[in-house]
């Protein structure tokens, strides 16, 4: 298993630019999240999906959009990328959403905007 | 109060030392609770989850106080490969987690 899996490792955008953010997971989790780690933050929450067809808002979803492809993909996507979206992105996985369940990461992307 | 807070370090031990690290949470429904472990350039992962009455794997042990909403993480026998940022996790009233900012541990020989 290669558990949460997310492509690309780096990339580097100017302002303005799109790009799309791929993150797939082969442990038949039903939910699935983006993150964001800034320097000197924790992580926060972008967007999550619950379950296969459902998307919702995080703590900061401005700037950003989801799909929820299927049950193993989740991608995150900068419509018109901002120097302020400079970040480390991470997708995590949980079986179900529950509390206290253990969320697994993907390796994660950083993302520079110029 | 910030959601979760902790000290971010960093904390700078030898070999063999005992360690403790604190983190404080606002939200007084919250219900579950984890430390994760993050090396340098790598991913989260679960360290320990926390259990009201505290929970110990291996050297390292887990204490939680409801009433004072603090939780701790106590490592024992510190090694070289404990290097790492400690995050400790809180939900947020339903699923969602709160992350704090880490406190960073250094174990030198």
């Known amino acids: 298993n290669a558990g949460v899996t997310q492509t690309p490792k780096f990339q580097v955008l100017k302002t303005g630019q799109s790009m799309t953010l791929q993150c797939a997971q082969d442990m038949n989790h039903n939910s699935m999240y983006w993150y964001r780690q800034d320097p000197g933050m924790g992580l926060r929450l972008i967007y999550y999906?619950?379950?296969?067809?459902?998307?919702d808002k995080g703590e900061v979803p401005n700037g950003y959009n989801v799909s929820r492809l299927n049950k193993r993909e989740f991608s995150l996507r900068l419509e018109s990328a901002a120097p302020s979206q400079t970040s480390v992105y991470f997708c995590a996985s949980t079986r179900t959403g529950g509390i206290g369940e253990t969320q697994y990461f993907g390796p994660g992307t950083r993302l520079l905007v110029l | 109060r910030k959601e979760v807070e902790q000290d971010p370090g960093p904390f700078n031990v030898p070999e063999g030392a005992t360690v403790a690290f604190n983190c404080t949470y606002s939200?007084?429904?919250?219900?579950?609770f984890f430390w994760y472990r993050q090396d340098c350039r790598k991913e989260p992962k679960l360290l320990m989850s926390?259990?009201?009455s505290g929970n110990e794997d291996g050297r390292f042990t887990a204490q939680l106080n409801r009433a004072s909403q603090y939780i701790s993480l106590l490592i024992r026998d510190s090694k070289l490969s404990d290097s790492a940022t400690y995050l400790c996790v809180v939900n947020k009233g339903g699923t969602a987690l709160i992350f704090g900012k880490g406190t960073t541990l250094s174990v030198s020989s």
């Open positions: 939200n007084s429904a919250s219900q579950s």
């Open positions: 999906s619950a379950s296969e067809g459902t998307t």
């Open positions: 926390v259990y009201s």
